[in-house]
């Protein structure tokens, strides 16, 4: 499979459901920013089963995708409605309540890095706290709030 097909696959699955399918195309080493922490696979698979549960409209679009060896950069649009609430997205967090809010146009800016035909590492380039950081604060939330005190 050729890169951008990976990258795009990634997210098609997880927008529409399909985790273990997302889930095989992250290697057994995957790591992620998840709200200011490193996580690993089941972890961040686990947060965005959350996260389609909250906003069921869910919308993951790959775009600019650009590969240099083995790292990849690549803007991925966001959009949604939290029109449900959102389980934790993390052991240890709360549910976060619906707001019923819409995010249209969010754009962040990935640095993906792939090893054996597996993305390894996906970071957001600009929140070193993660992508889910820069959703939670467009639809108006605290993610402080939400966390174990």
Do not use: C
């Not at 927008?15 to 889930?23: I, T």
């Not at 993390?90 to 619906?98: D, S, T």
């Amino acid at each position: 499979m050729n890169t951008n097909s990976l990258i795009s696959e990634v997210f098609t699955d997880i927008e529409s459901g399909k985790f273990e399918k997302a889930n095989a195309i992250l290697s057994d080493n995957f790591r992620a920013s998840l709200l200011g922490k490193e996580v690993n696979r089941p972890a961040y698979i686990s947060a965005y089963r959350s996260l389609l549960k909250g906003m069921p409209d869910l919308k993951l679009h790959v775009q600019n995708i650009k590969t240099e060896g083995n790292k990849v950069t690549a803007k991925l649009q966001v959009s949604g409605t939290n029109s449900q609430p959102i389980p934790a997205l993390m052991k240890g967090w709360h549910e976060i309540p619906a707001t019923n809010k819409k995010v249209e146009g969010l754009i962040m800016d990935l640095q993906i890095t792939l090893k054996d035909d597996k993305i390894e590492e996906i970071k957001n380039a600009k929140n070193s706290k993660g992508l889910f950081v820069s959703l939670l604060e467009n639809i108006g939330m605290d993610y402080k709030k939400f966390q174990e005190n």
